[in-house]
Structures are given as structure tokens and as C-alpha cells.
């Protein structure tokens, strides 16, 4: 029997073309077909041969591509457990370690990823871009990793080298081991460079420095100090010989350039390098020490930048040619003497060749005026780029606002360019002119026009330019230039154009926004009939956005008038056609308003003028606007109104009530007159518009509601107007703080009198003169008459006197006059003058009203009082309180000096206060030297001695005090709380510090420090909340008992029922934890549950009766044809739920793939159980039928099934069995020595990690996978 091997059909297509045609012809039956073999079906690729002998090219020139570095990198690292930072015993992923990752991922952009060794040891993996990979590396190395330090020294001159330029070298030093490696300043002596980091790091980092160290000692920096003078000869002509001896010896030659005045010159590299080209140089130096000479000649200033040369290149021609150095004075010295230094037979060639450059260059001034400059030029520098070209060694200089131009370079070139230029000025004078107007500046941009248009126009007209000054030049003077004729036309132009403007004005309109868009109608076309009317009339209105209602107008004077009159007449018509109101109507009468085919309303709208607006059908707005002239708009308005009362008994009243009062009847935002429509039945009530001084509010609706309405609404005014009656009173505002007075003990007495309230104007108001007096009228009478007698008295001005003794003086002039002006505030205005110093008068002069005068003098009397009797206190307070007790920014001390009208003077800050005292000789110490407080302890203060024994008691009540408390260890992290919460909340609250031992000292003790009293108040707030968590443990302690109760595991999940549903329940019922086993606990009918003990008690009880209830259940199967489950469970399953709440049974449908896909199991009371059951079956047979008929209809609606059989031909018989596919002989799979592989051989199967063959090159490349 031949070896067959079975294709897919597929295969088989992508095959058949290779055959023969009498191979696929479609008459012979497939089991006498051609069956071909293995290898004419799949002909094996050509074998790989020798290298070179298929191709030119050698078989592994794939081998030789050069590989694409990823951008993308990978790099794993491990974090030993005792290198772990930390070693928290959370969840692993939910520490510090996941959160510090995450930094650094949003950080770096590399992704991270972290497991956790059996030894507790950290593999962290990193994935991203090299850049990225390297800076997380280190990242996660400072954070996640306990940090070493260790420190290494070098020479300090070597730290340069560690660093590198800009930094950059201990940037990659420090991503490349992930460390931290920090590198004494410059200024600091030591040598020693510390780096901190992981072990490993450390000494990598450590190894990296001492190469770049040990690398820097090979080399050496040597400095010569040799004559300035000298060093042309040892750089040599263009710095040729340095050159030389840099190559030849391999160091590094640094001579400073001409212009630094250093003897210096720096060698650096190896130290034969060095060596070998110090004696080099001291050679050449010496040798020209000995053998030159110099000499000094005078040369014109002006003269030596030809000897210099660009760049100094003359120069060094001298030196190449002569071997003579010349020095050039400083550019910026007045001195002319240059120096030659060389041998002296060369010196006179060099001299003649510095003669000769210092005469190669002629400079010439060419007259010519300054506006011709520019001509000159000509446009783009074509004139002068032309002579220039010609002539390249001439600098050709024009110099604005001088008429000269500066010619420079060889004589010969320089006369040749002096000529051609002359020509250029004689034949622009001849044919150009230019003239100067003066215009006003502020026309200068109306000539120029937008965007430069009317300047152009002119400049292309009359082919003339045209200068116009800055605005910054403030000057009006325009410069015309070019053909004499057009410069006379342009001229022309200009003074008209500046004329014309002259005349022009310009005028705003007020109009208002809304307006703006009917002035300029739909598509601009009113705005333009304006525009034609008035053609020289530009009118400008402002950008919507601008929120502006300027229009403006421009053109001549007599047409802009005319243009203002006619937009004002049409802004009036239009304010006088926007008027509005607003008419409230049923809603049910509204279509009979509108009327049949709208007739009434169009009619209404046409005989009154009038804009008419009505809400929509499904709005609840009761409100229809009516828009135009005022008259009409209340003609439309009273006809309207007719409508609806001819159609109900609708009727109108109006009620009297003071204007003043409407505001406060409506209420905010209209909530007390709403309240008045909706408990009168809806009735319509119209206050008039505000400003209008109408005393009349209208109400309209049913007969009997608006009388309710109008009742209600003049009780609501007569409680109002009693209470609400105001009067105004007019006082001088210097008044106001004595009718207020001290503490505003005046104004409540007047206040407690009377009843009355009486307000007084804000700094802000624009009437400080006026005080409002508000209350029942007889209270606020009364107070009137108080307040105009106290008003009355302060209008009587009087002059008094008084004596101070002159010691006192001081005191109330003193910082700038504080305590007088404090007098004026408060004694209303009160001026107080004391004498000149130096007079030795001891009279003072009050000016003011009487009883303020006499207020004020009582008050000085009491001051005077307060000086005399004032004393001064000491009291100590060790110093390191005294921030405590001013508080922040000394709003205590400023607190207490007001209350007890004292001075407290705190002593300076004592800078060395932890210097030790001096020892005491024997027999020296004294017990009151040994109690005697510290200067810097000493807080004094000033006032009547019995305020001040109260303020000192104050002050002392202010040092912190320490008390303990006890608090049990095990209640310390409670008190916290999470992150600090509880323990913050706490010292905020009573403004305390609280201390909480640390964890390893075991202590119960908390120190609460603070003023006396908060202490006092922290240490019962902090002993309550002892009470409070130790109530809460007690608590907890109830709460854990537990009783574990035994039920059948095939009861669980009816207990636990459907997403939890009876188990939520039962706990939530009875306040306990109910705990169910696990999959893998040994026991499994025990269920736990925990609470307070009678709740626990009853949770089982309920549990058990659940219980009972199941165990009196039965199970029932019952067959359901497999395709009717479906409409059974309905969408969503709301079907089967109905029925199973219906029959309280519980419905089981098969799993897909079961093997008795038509069994349903039906769970309950028996009786339950065969009712669902009978209801099911019916079910079943009501929807076969359906089921039946939609198969028989397929049945008849499907299309004719096609042959499968295989082969070509495909007979009938062959399309009854099944299709064999493609199949070939001599497959290797089915040679007779092949059997099926042992999968227990690891000959067959080879475990991983064995030896791997090296690889094969093949002929078609590396291969991808």
C-alpha cells in the first residue's frame, strides 16, 4: 500500500495547478487518478553548496550585516535583602516600593517592573529607551537600595578631569555606576571626593576616578615666564614654529595672544614632552635675547591699521619675510611709536617694508549733499557696488547727516573711484531735486493710508521719494526728492491732501450695542443707503466683542453734521419703537388671543404698530412681550386684557402702597410675591417699574382670589411700614466716631433708649453726611431727637485751654503726632495745638464742638494721670520663650498692651548664649549672684502699676509649660492616627505641642507643651480620647464573639443566595460578620459567625430555620426539549426569575455542553416543586409548536445542498462519503522504518538547556524567527 498524506482543501487548490491537464480532467473518478509523490508535489529548495561556489558572494554574508541597535533596551538588577530600604511586611506591590516606582516611571518614562525573590531579595527589570533605563537605573539604586559612602583622594588639580566640561564626565560617571559622587569646591582644600551609593556602585565609581587620576599623573603642566617682547620669535611667523614644536614633541604650547598682557607661556602634556620643548624654547629665547636689537620710529596713528593688516596678516609678512617683530602701540593709546625688534641686518628691510605699508593707503573726503546719499548709492547699492567691483581694495564710507563721503584704499584706485563718484553727484545734481513741507504730525498716517497706499500712490505718479519723519521724531517736516516737475506736483498733493484734513473732523456716537445691528440691517443694507446718502461720510462702529457703543464718524466738517443729525433722529425712532412690557394671560386664553388663523393677534399688531411676542405652546411662561412705541404698546396691551376678561371673570384691581416699600414686598428674587400667586389661586400682581415713583400695584385674576391677593398684600405693607419706617439725619462725617463713641458705647445707649437702628455710612458711600435711622416710627422719632441734640451741641464750636506740664509734651507729639491724631478720631474732630518747643509754655489750646472739647480734655487729664503714676516692671522669662510669648507677629504682647494700656519692651537677643559662665573662685559665689536672671531674660514693662502687675501676670500666663500625662503604649498609634492626622488635629485645635515617645522606648508618658491653659484643655481633650478609644476596644472585644455553627456544604450557597442577596441580608438584620469556609479548609460545614453575643445568638437561630426550610426541600428532574430553554429563561433571565419567585422554587438549567442537554432540575416545597414542574411541561408543549412550524418553514426556505465529494469529476456515489482531500505517495511520515514517536523518550523529546548545534548559514538568509 502506497504512503498518503491528507491535504486540506485548501491546500489541495494551491497544488492543482502544478499538475498535468490529464491529471485534473474532470471524467475520471478519484480512485483512478494520478496520485503523485511526495516529491513531485513539494520538490525540496536547492541544497546550500560550498562557499563561493553559487554566488559571488560567500554564504555568510548575512553573518556580516551589521545588526540595528535596538532603541529600545532591557536591564535587570538585583537588590539583596539586606541592601533593601525597605523591608515593610505589606502586601508586596502595595509598600513603598511600588509607590517609589511609580515616581520614578512617571519621572523617566522607562517602564519597571519588580518581583520578589524566595530569599526576599528584589529583581527590578527596566524597559525603555537607553537614556531613560540609565537615569531610572540610578533612580531606583538612591531610593530603593540602602546607601554606602566611601570617599577617595586625588590630587585637588585632578578634580577638573572627574567633572569634565560643563559637568558632563561625573554626569556619565554617575549614571553609569548609580551613584552619587560629590566633588569639593574649588575654594575647599580637601582632596578627598565622597561617593555614596551601593557597594558594588561604589567601587566601581571608585575605580573609574583613580584611572582618570592615574591617567592625569602621566602628564604635567609646566609655566615659563618669558619677556612679552620675545614671543613673536618662539610662535614664529603665523604661529608656524609653535606649530612645529608642538608635533615634534607632543606637548601642548599655550602663548598668550598680543593683546593680553601675560609673560606667561603654559606647556602641558607628558613630562619628557614637557621637558623637551621647555628647552626648545629657553634655546630660542636665549638666542634672540643675545643677538636682537630694536628700534622706534614715529608713524601717523591713522596710518597703523594698514601696518596691522586684517587680522594682524601684515604683520606676520614681516616677521615671515625679515624675522623682525614689530610692536604696534594699543589701538586705544595716543602714542605713535612703533618698535622693531630683530637682528640688526634685517632691520632695514623691515623698516622699509613698514614704511611702505603705512603709505599703500590713501584716505579721501568727497563732498556731496546728505539727501544725495542714498542716489548715490543707488537702489539695492548697485551705483557703489558697481565701483566697488572694479575697484575691491577701496572702502567706500557714507556718514548720515554729514555731506562727505570717505574714500580708503590704494592711491591709484582711490583717485580712479574719487572721479567716478564726482561724475554720479554732477549728474544727479543736474537732473534731481528736492523740497520740504511742513504737515501737522498727527496727518502724517492718513497721507501714508493704510497699508502704506497713499505714499505709494504718489511715489509711482510722480517718480519721486517721498521721507516721511517717526512719529517718535516729532517733527512734521516731509522731504520730497527726485525730477524737479514731480517733486513740484508731489509737493502739491501733499499740502492738498493736509488741507482737506484739516478740514475733516471727526465725531462719536452714543448708541447703544443692541442698536448697532438694525443701524447696519441684514447684509449691511441700511448702513448703506446712510453710506450713499452721505458719500464722504466714513462711519465706523466697534467690534462686537469690544462691548463698546462708540460709533465714529469722519469726513468734512459740514457733511459729518449732517450724517450725526440723521443717525441720531433714526437711533430715536428706534428707542422710541423698542419699548416693552410684559402682559401676563392665562395660558387657556392664549389661543383665543391669537384667534383662528392667528386673526386676532395679526390684527392687533397691525392696528397698534406693534411687535407682539407669545411663549410656545409647551412653555409654562404665562407671559406675552409686547414691543414698540409706548402708546401703542399699551393700546395693544389694554386689548389684549379686554380679551381675557370678556372670556372669564377675570377682574382687575389696583392697591395703593408706598413705593418704598415694593422692594421688600417682592422679596428676593421674587419669592414673597410669588408666594402671594400661588396661595391666591394664581392671581396676576404688577408692581410698577422701578424709578418710576408709582405708587400702584395692580392684581388681576378670578373675582374672589384678587380680593384674598389684595388683603393679603396691604397686611404684608402695614407689617412692613411699622417696622420699616426710616428717617435720614445729616451729620458732618468728623462727627460720627463721637456719636459712635468709645467702643461704641455712645450709639448703644441711644440704641437700648429707643429700639430704633441706626446705620451710619460706609467709607465707600458717595453721602457720608447722611445717618439712617430705621424701626417703628415712635423709636425712631425718639432716637431722631437724641441724635439732633447730640448733633446740635457738637455744632457749637468753642475754644478751651488746659494746662500740661511741659514733661508731658512729648508724650502726645511724639510719632508724628499719634496720640492727638487718635484724640481728633475719636472726639470728633477735636484740634488740639501745644506750644512751640523751647517756649517753656505749659498751656495747650482745644478748638472744637463744647462737649467734644470737654470729652477730650477729660481724656488728656486721664493721660497726664497715666504718665504720672506710670511705672516700670521687670519680669524674667528665660529667653528661648520669648518667640512663644509674642506669638506670630507679636499679636500677643500687641493684645495685652492694649488691654491693660502698658508698654512691654522685650530685651536684645543675646547672640553667644551657649557660652559657659566663668568659674568662681573660692569664697566668690554670693546666693543672689546665683539667682540673678540674664539680662537677655529681662522683659520690662511700663504703665500704672496696677495694669502692670496685670499685664505681667498676662505675659507669665503666656510661657509654655511641659505636663505629662499617661496614655497606655498600646493606644500611642490610635492617638496618631493615620499619617499624623489625629495627633495634628489635636495641637491645632488647642494650640499645644504634643510629644509621643518613639516606638522602641516602651514609655506610656505624653509631654504636652503649651500656655497653661491650653495645656490644661489638651490634657482633658487627650484623657477623653483615652476614654474614647479604650470605650472602643471594650467595644471591639464584644463585638469578636463568635459561635461556629455546622451546616451541610450543599447549603451554603442557598444561604449565601443569588450575588449574596440572603447572606447581606442576615448580616445587615442583625449587625454581625458571617464567614463561610474556604475552598481549601479542612472543614467544611462549619460557618463562623461573629458580633455582639445576642446578635450572634440570634443570626444563628436564623441561620437554622433557613436551614430547616432546606432540608424540608426537594429536588425533582424534568425532561425539556433543549430548544425551548431558551424562551423559558427569557431576556436577561426576567422570565425564569418571575416564575421562580412565583412558585418559590429554585430552577436549574443545564451547562452548554452537558450530556443530558434537556434536563432541568426544579429545587422546593414539594407541593412548590410539582406545581413548577406542571407549569414548565405546559410551557414546553405551547412552545414546540412554535418551535416545529419555524423549522418546518427552513426546512422548505433553505437553497439545495452542494456535492462534497472529492476528486474532479465527482460522481454520486463519491459525494456521499467523505472528502479524502489531496493526498500523495512516498510521504515521509509514512515510510516503513517511521513509527509514532515515545513521548516518555528524551531522545524524541530532549529536555531544554542541553547543548545547542552551532548555526547553519542559510542560503536565504539569516532566519527572522
Not at 671 to 699: A, N, Q, W, Y
Not at 1162 to 1184: F, R
Amino acid at each position: 500500500m502506497s504512503s498518503v498524506a491528507v491535504l486540506t482543501q485548501e491546500s489541495f487548490a494551491e497544488h492543482r495547478s502544478g499538475l498535468k491537464d490529464e491529471e485534473i480532467s474532470g471524467g475520471v473518478p478519484e480512485d483512478e487518478a494520478y496520485i503523485p509523490t511526495y516529491l513531485e508535489a513539494f520538490p525540496p529548495l536547492p541544497e546550500k553548496g560550498a562557499p563561493g561556489e553559487r554566488s559571488g558572494e560567500p554564504a555568510g554574508a548575512w553573518n556580516r550585516i551589521r545588526p540595528i541597535k535596538a532603541s529600545v533596551i532591557t536591564q535587570v538588577f538585583h537588590v539583596p535583602l539586606e541592601e533593601r530600604r525597605y523591608k515593610d511586611n505589606s502586601q508586596f506591590g502595595e509598600g513603598e516600593e511600588a509607590k517609589v516606582c511609580l515616581d520614578i516611571m512617571q519621572k523617566t518614562g522607562a517602564h519597571i517592573e519588580l518581583s520578589l525573590a524566595k530569599d526576599q531579595g528584589l529583581s527590578i527589570m527596566v524597559t525603555g529607551k537607553l537614556d531613560s533605563v540609565m537615569k531610572a537605573r540610578k533612580e531606583i539604586v538612591a531610593r530603593l537600595q540602602t546607601q554606602a559612602s566611601a570617599t577617595v583622594t586625588i590630587p585637588k588639580e585632578h578634580h577638573r578631569f572627574v567633572i569634565g566640561k560643563n559637568g558632563e564626565k561625573l554626569q556619565e560617571l554617575e549614571l553609569k555606576t548609580a551613584t552619587k559622587i560629590a566633588i569639593p569646591r574649588p575654594d575647599d582644600p580637601s582632596a578627598s571626593i565622597r561617593i555614596s551609593g551601593t557597594k558594588e556602585g561604589i567601587e566601581k565609581a571608585r575605580h573609574e576616578i583613580l584611572l582618570i587620576s592615574a591617567e592625569q599623573d602621566k602628564r604635567a603642566v609646566e609655566r615659563l615666564s618669558l619677556e612679552k617682547a620675545f614671543h613673536p620669535f618662539i610662535a614664529g611667523a603665523h604661529n608656524r614654529l609653535v606649530q612645529e614644536l608642538s608635533q615634534e614633541t607632543g606637548a601642548r604650547i599655550s602663548i598668550p595672544p598680543p593683546s593680553l598682557p601675560k609673560d606667561e607661556i603654559v606647556i602641558t602634556g607628558e613630562k619628557e614632552a614637557v621637558a623637551m620643548a621647555i628647552a626648545r624654547i629657553r634655546a630660542i629665547y636665549d638666542e634672540k635675547k643675545r643677538k636682537t636689537t630694536t628700534i622706534s620710529v614715529e608713524v601717523k596713528k591713522s596710518q597703523h591699521k594698514y601696518i596691522i593688516g586684517p587680522k594682524g596678516n601684515t604683520l606676520q609678512e614681516i616677521m615671515e619675510s625679515t624675522g623682525v617683530s614689530v610692536e604696534m602701540p594699543p589701538l586705544d593709546s595716543c602714542s605713535e611709536t612703533i618698535i622693531l625688534r630683530g637682528e640688526p641686518d634685517k632691520l632695514g628691510p623691515a623698516l622699509t617694508q613698514v614704511y611702505a605699508k603705512a603709505k599703500s593707503v590713501t584716505v579721501v573726503e568727497v563732498s556731496a549733499p546728505a539727501w544725495l546719499h542714498r542716489f548715490i548709492i543707488g537702489k539695492k547699492g548697485q551705483n557703489i557696488g558697481r565701483i566697488t567691483q572694479q575697484l575691491p581694495k577701496v572702502h567706500i564710507e557714507f556718514t548720515d547727516g554729514e555731506e562727505k563721503i570717505s574714500l580708503e584704499g590704494p592711491t591709484e584706485e582711490v583717485e580712479q573711484a574719487q572721479i567716478q563718484i564726482q561724475e554720479i553727484i554732477k549728474d544727479l545734481m543736474s537732473r534731481m531735486d528736492y523740497t520740504e513741507v511742513n504737515i501737522d504730525q498727527r496727518f502724517h498716517r492718513h497721507l501714508i493710508g493704510k497699508n502704506g497706499a497713499n505714499i505709494n500712490r504718489i511715489k509711482e505718479q510722480y517718480k519721486v521719494s517721498v521721507r516721511i519723519p517717526q512719529d517718535s521724531d516729532r517733527s512734521g517736516l516731509v522731504r520730497i526728492e527726485g525730477d524737479p516737475q514731480g517733486v513740484q506736483l508731489a509737493r502739491r498733493e501733499l499740502i492738498e491732501m493736509a488741507q482737506r484734513m484739516e478740514n475733516e473732523r471727526t465725531k462719536d456716537l452714543i448708541v447703544e450695542q443692541k442698536f448697532h445691528r438694525t443701524i447696519i440691517g441684514q447684509k449691511g443694507e441700511k448702513i448703506k443707503e446712510v453710506r450713499d446718502k452721505f458719500p464722504e461720510v466714513i462711519i465706523n462702529f466697534p467690534d462686537p466683542s469690544q462691548k463698546s457703543d462708540i460709533v465714529q464718524l469722519r469726513g468734512p466738517k459740514n457733511e459729518v453734521e449732517k450724517c450725526g443729525k440723521f443717525l441720531q433722529k433714526m437711533i430715536a425712532d428706534l428707542i422710541e419703537n423698542s419699548y416693552s412690557i410684559s402682559v401676563p394671560i392665562f395660558k387657556q386664553f392664549h389661543k383665543n388671543i391669537i384667534g383662528k388663523g392667528g386673526a386676532n393677534i395679526k390684527k392687533i399688531r397691525e392696528e397698534t404698530n406693534t411687535k407682539i411676542d407669545l411663549p410656545t405652546e409647551n412653555s409654562d411662561s404665562e407671559m406675552i412681550v409686547i414691543t414698540g412705541k409706548k402708546v401703542n404698546c399699551e393700546a395693544a396691551r389694554d386689548r389684549i386684557l379686554t380679551i381675557q376678561r370678556d372670556l372669564a371673570n377675570i377682574k382687575e384691581m389696583e392697591v395703593t402702597i408706598p413705593a418704598k416699600l415694593h422692594n421688600s414686598l417682592i422679596g428676593s428674587k421674587g419669592c414673597l410675591v410669588r408666594s402671594v400667586m400661588e396661595e391666591c389661586g394664581g392671581v396676576h400682581i404688577h408692581f410698577p417699574s422701578e424709578g418710576s415713583g408709582s405708587d400702584r400695584v395692580t392684581i388681576r385674576g378670578p373675582a374672589g382670589e384678587v380680593e384674598k391677593a389684595r388683603k393679603q398684600l396691604l397686611q404684608l405693607a402695614e407689617e412692613k411700614q411699622v417696622n420699616n419706617f426710616t428717617v435720614e439725619l445729616q451729620a458732618k462725617p468728623e462727627y460720627h466716631k463721637f456719636l459712635i463713641g468709645r467702643g461704641g458705647a455712645n450709639i448703644r445707649r441711644v440704641r437700648d433708649r429707643t429700639g430704633a437702628r441706626i446705620i451710619f455710612p460706609s467709607p465707600d458711600e458717595p453721602e457720608q453726611e447722611l445717618i439712617t435711622i430705621v424701626g417703628r416710627e415712635e423709636a425712631v422719632r425718639l432716637a431722631q431727637r437724641e441724635l439732633e441734640i447730640l448733633v446740635k451741641n457738637l455744632d457749637d464750636v468753642v475754644e478751651d485751654g488746659m494746662v500740661v506740664e511741659p514733661r508731658h509734651h512729648r508724650h502726645f507729639v511724639c510719632r508724628r503726632g499719634q496720640v492727638l491724631r487718635e484724640l481728633a478720631e475719636e472726639y470728633g474732630g477735636v484740634a488740639i495745638s501745644f506750644p512751640r518747643t523751647g517756649t517753656h509754655s505749659d498751656r495747650i489750646t482745644l478748638k472744637g464742638a463744647k462737649d467734644c472739647v470737654e470729652a477730650a480734655k477729660r481724656r488728656i487729664q486721664e493721660i497726664i494721670e497715666d504718665l504720672e503714676a506710670q511705672v516700670t516692671v521687670e519680669v524674667a522669662i528665660p529667653q528661648r520663650h520669648h518667640r512663644a510669648v509674642m506669638g506670630p507677629k507679636g499679636c500677643r504682647i500687641q493684645q495685652i498692651t492694649r488691654d491693660y494700656e502698658v508698654q512691654i519692651k522685650f530685651p536684645e537677643r543675646e547672640e553667644s548664649t551657649g557660652q559657659e559662665p566663668h568659674p568662681q573662685e573660692n569664697g566668690d559665689a554670693s546666693p543672689e549672684a546665683e539667682v540673678l536672671p540674664r539680662k537677655c531674660d529681662i522683659i520690662a514693662i511700663s504703665g500704672r502699676e496696677k495694669k502692670c502687675e496685670l499685664a505681667r501676670q498676662a505675659l507669665l500666663a503666656l510661657v509654655p509649660v511641659t505636663i505629662d500625662v499617661e496614655v497606655p503604649y498600646d493606644l500611642h498609634r490610635y492617638i496618631i492616627g493615620q499619617k499624623g492626622n489625629g495627633i495634628r488635629k489635636m495641637m491645632e485645635e488647642y494650640e499645644v505641642n504634643i510629644s509621643v515617645p518613639q516606638p522602641d522606648q516602651q514609655s506610656d508618658v505624653i509631654k504636652i507643651t503649651g500656655q497653661v491653659t491650653n495645656v490644661e484643655q489638651a490634657k482633658l481633650g487627650l484623657l477623653e480620647r483615652v476614654k474614647e478609644l479604650q470605650a472602643e476596644q471594650e467595644d471591639r472585644a464584644l463585638r469578636s464573639f463568635k459561635i461556629t455553627l455546622s451546616v451541610p456544604p450543599k447549603f451554603h450557597p442557598k444561604i449565601i443566595g443569588r450575588k449574596g442577596a440572603v447572606i447581606s441580608q442576615i448580616r445587615k438584620d442583625h449587625d454581625v460578620n458571617v464567614q463561610f469556609p474556604d475552598k481549601g479548609d479542612e472543614q467544611q460545614d462549619l460557618i463562623v459567625i461573629c458580633g455582639y453575643e445576642r446578635n450572634a445568638a440570634e443570626a444563628r437561630v436564623a441561620i437554622e430555620q433557613l436551614v430547616a426550610e432546606l432540608e424540608e426541600m426537594v429536588s425533582g428532574d424534568v425532561t425539556l426539549d433543549h430548544r425551548v430553554h431558551a424562551r423559558i429563561i427569557g431576556a436577561r433571565g426576567k422570565a425564569i426569575r418571575k416564575l421562580m419567585d412565583e412558585f418559590k422554587v429554585d430552577i436549574r438549567f443545564p451547562q452548554p455542553g452537558s450530556d443530558d442537554p434537556d434536563r432541568v432540575t426544579v429545587t422546593g416545597l414539594p407541593e412548590n416543586v410539582d406545581n413548577a414542574i406542571d407549569h414548565l411541561l405546559n410551557l414546553e408543549e405551547e412552545y414546540m409548536l412554535t418551535v416545529t412550524e419555524s423549522e418546518t418553514m427552513a426546512a422548505y426556505m433553505k437553497p439545495p445542498s452542494r456535492s462534497t465529494g472529492g476528486g474532479l469529476g465527482g460522481g454520486d456515489d463519491d459525494s456521499k462519503g467523505a472528502a479524502k482531500g489531496f493526498v500523495v505517495r512516498d510521504a515521509p511520515w509514512n515510510a516503513p522504518g517511521n513509527k509514532a514517536p515515545d513521548m516518555s523518550s528524551a531522545e524524541d523529546f530532549p529536555t531544554f538547556g542541553s547543548g545547542v548545534a552551532p548555526k547553519q548559514t542559510s542560503a536565504w538568509g539569516p532566519k527572522k524567527f
